[in-house]
């Protein structure tokens, strides 16, 4: 990771690659939510979190805790999860035809 960032920056990107909201975010790394949206509009910061998000995906086991990780985010805010069609209410689930 760049290392221009300190080390909240990179705490931020690793949150933020598990779907974490930036309210979420802010609130781990111990900044307000603005500090997150001025670092995602920051040229240093996007590169950072799309080369973190690439080599996450690139690799099958550090995908698949990406997906995890984001699932146990999803889970701990109440959310439903993906193909979850009761939770959410999809229309093509049974419970709701």
């Known amino acids: 990771m760049d290392k221009r960032l ?3 920056q990179r705490l931020a990107i690793e ?9 979420a975010v802010a609130a781990v790394v111990g900044v307000t939510p603005a500090t997150v949206r001025y ?9 950072a979190l799309r080369e ?3 080599e996450a995906l690139s690799d099958p086991q550090q995908a698949l805790g990406l997906m995890a990780l984001r699932i146990g985010t999803a889970l701990a805010k ?5 193909g979850d069609g009761e939770r959410h209410g999809g229309s093509n689930s049974a419970a709701n035809p």
């Open 39 to 47: 670092w995602l509009r920051q040229p240093a910061f996007q590169e």
């Open 78 to 82: 109440g959310l439903s999860v993906p």
């Open 15 to 23: 949150w933020l690659l598990t779907g974490a909201d930036v309210k």
């Open 6 to 8: 300190t080390e909240q």
């Open 52 to 54: 973190a998000s690439t």
